[in-house]
């Protein structure tokens, strides 16, 4: 075991997974972006930031973290984000209804930011019903930094997964999907 080890300079990786889905919302991959809401994340231990913009046209600031910094990197689509998923500490995602139960699925704290954009959105109903049975914490983009600041993960109560599936056909049938 000689020589010098660099293992007291290494924080365990607590990643944050921004996920929009295959939309665009630039809105809040946007205020992910900002000094401040890295900030916060930096002060509740968060290290790495990885964000999927999907079709948005505004692209984040990559960092390779470091002392003091957020590492930031993002990508655009993939195959699958389960993974992304799994390895995250703390998913903040928009309103589809497919990542919300996937997240809650895996038991990860979740921040369901409302795309205020879309119209006739149901997803905000979605979202704000499972915030007030403290499943998971709703924002706007531009209350996301408060709503950091004011989480606390350990107060999330665990959906019970048996639930998952008929909500998610009933909505799947409300707009206008088929059945699987």
């Given amino acids: 075991m000689g020589g010098t080890d660099d293992n007291?300079?290494?924080?365990s990786v607590k990643m944050v997974f921004v996920t929009v889905g295959t939309t665009c919302f630039d809105a809040l991959v946007e205020a992910v972006d900002t000094q401040e809401v890295k900030e916060e994340l930096l002060k509740k231990g968060y290290t790495h930031l990885l964000i999927q913009m999907g079709r948005g046209s505004y692209f984040p600031k990559k960092s390779a973290g470091g002392s003091g910094c957020l590492a930031v990197n993002y990508f655009t689509f993939s195959s699958s984000i389960a993974d992304n998923l799994?390895?995250?500490?703390?998913?903040?995602?928009?309103?589809?209804?497919?990542?919300?139960?996937?997240?809650?699925?895996?038991?990860?704290?979740?921040?369901?930011?409302?795309?205020?954009?879309?119209?006739?959105?149901?997803?905000?109903?979605?979202?704000?019903?499972?915030?007030?049975?403290?499943?998971?914490?709703?924002?706007?983009?531009?209350?996301?930094?408060?709503?950091?600041?004011?989480?606390?993960v350990d107060a999330l109560l665990p959906y019970p997964p048996a639930d998952a599936k008929p909500v998610a056909k009933l909505i799947n049938r409300f707009l206008g999907f088929p059945d699987d």
Avoid: W
Wanted: contains cysteine; charged residues 20%; hydrophobic residues 40%.
């Fill in 8 to 11: 007291s300079n290494v924080r």
């Fill in 86 to 152: 799994k390895s995250a500490s703390l998913v903040i995602s928009h309103a589809g209804s497919g990542s919300i139960f996937e997240t809650l699925r895996l038991g990860k704290p979740l921040i369901v930011v409302v795309n205020e954009d879309l119209m006739d959105n149901h997803q905000s109903e979605l979202a704000e019903e499972l915030a007030e049975r403290k499943h998971l914490f709703c924002a706007y983009p531009q209350t996301l930094r408060s709503t950091i600041v004011i989480m606390n």
